[in-house]
C-alpha cells in the first residue's frame, strides 16, 4: 500500500480561489474585507508568517495592515491599538502573532480582541463556543484540517479518531471539531503511556506535539488517515513533521507532507474566516 498524499498547496489554491470571489462581490458592495496583524518584537519565524499572511491576503483581495512593535513595548499599548482596530469599520480581522514576548500576558492580549473580529479563533468566547458547536470562528489550523478531510472525502462521523497534542492552539480544539462531527474521540500527548496502543486504533490520525518523526509505521493503522501538523526545523535547516514520512507512507491510506500540507491550509482558513467577517459586517449594516 502507499498512502495518496494530501497536497495542501493544491487544496488552498483551491479554497482560495472559491473565496476570492466572495471578497471581490463584497469590494463591489463597498465592504472590501480587512485584515490587521499584530507583531510585538523581531523574532525571524513570526515576522516570515506575517509577510506571508500580508501576500496571502494581497492575492484574495483583502485589504492588510501590519502593526508592529518593538519587543520593549508595554502591553497596555498593545491592546489599546487592538481597541482602535476593534472600532474600525476597514478591519473585519485582527490577529495577533503569537509568540509575544515574556513581560505580556496573551490571554489578556487575546481577549481585548472583538469576538467578531477574532479571525484567529483564539477569544476565550470563540473557545468556549466549539464545546456546543457555535463557535464564530473555529481556529485556523483544526478548521483546516477538517477542511483537508472533507475535500478527500474522508469520513468522520463513526470514525475513531486519535488526536495526538493538547495544545489549546491544534490539539483540544481539532478534538472537539473532530467529535462535533461525530467522530469517537481519543486525545494522547507525547508522554500517554503505551502510545502505539491508541494510536494503531485510529481511523484519523492527527499528531501536533513538536517532536520530529513521532511517529512510525509500527504506530499506524493500515488505511488510516494520517495528518501531521508538527513542523519543526533540524540541525540540516530542513523542515520536517511529527510523522516519519517516508515509513508512514507505506501504511497509510491518506498522509500529508510538511512541508506542503496543512500550513498552506491554515493561512487559508484565516482568509475565509476574514472573509466570512467581512460578509456578517455587511449583513448588520
Request: aromatic share 4%; charged share 20%; net charge neutral.
Amino acid at each position: 500500500m502507499s498512502a495518496k498524499i494530501i497536497d495542501g498547496n493544491v487544496l488552498a489554491r483551491e479554497i482560495r480561489a472559491e473565496w476570492k470571489a466572495r471578497s471581490d462581490l463584497l469590494t463591489e458592495q463597498g465592504m472590501q474585507p480587512g485584515l490587521a496583524v499584530i507583531i510585538v518584537g523581531s523574532n525571524p519565524a513570526s515576522s516570515i508568517y506575517v509577510r506571508n499572511k500580508a501576500r496571502a491576503c494581497d492575492e484574495a483581495g483583502i485589504h492588510s495592515e501590519i502593526h508592529s512593535f518593538p519587543e520593549s513595548t508595554n502591553q497596555n499599548e498593545v491592546i489599546l491599538r487592538i481597541r482602535e482596530l476593534n472600532a474600525d469599520p476597514r478591519i473585519h480581522g485582527i490577529l495577533v502573532q503569537l509568540p509575544l514576548p515574556n513581560h505580556f500576558e496573551s490571554r489578556e492580549i487575546i481577549a481585548s480582541i472583538s469576538v467578531e473580529k477574532d479571525v484567529d479563533g483564539f477569544h476565550l468566547y470563540n473557545v468556549g463556543a466549539l464545546v456546543t458547536g457555535n463557535t464564530v470562528f473555529p481556529p485556523c489550523t483544526p478548521f483546516g484540517v477538517i477542511k483537508m478531510l472533507e475535500k478527500n472525502n474522508i469520513a468522520i462521523e463513526g470514525r475513531h479518531a486519535v488526536v495526538v497534542g493538547r495544545s489549546n492552539i491544534v490539539g483540544k480544539p481539532m478534538a472537539l471539531m473532530l467529535l462535533e462531527r461525530g467522530a469517537t474521540i481519543t486525545i494522547c500527548t507525547s508522554k500517554t503511556r503505551n502510545l502505539a496502543d491508541h494510536t494503531r486504533r485510529a481511523d484519523i490520525l492527527v499528531v501536533a506535539t513538536g517532536r520530529p518523526h513521532m511517529i512510525t509505521s509500527d504506530m499506524v493503522k493500515p488505511g488510516a488517515a494520517v495528518i501531521d501538523v508538527g513542523i519543526n526545523r533540524m540541525p540540516d535547516g530542513k523542515l520536517t513533521g511529527d510523522v516519519d514520512f517516508e515509513s508512514v507512507k507505506e501504511v497509510a491510506g491518506h498522509l500529508t507532507p510538511v512541508p506542503g500540507g496543512v500550513g498552506p491550509m491554515t493561512i487559508s482558513m484565516l482568509l475565509c474566516s476574514t472573509i466570512a467577517a467581512a460578509e456578517r459586517a455587511l449583513a448588520r449594516a
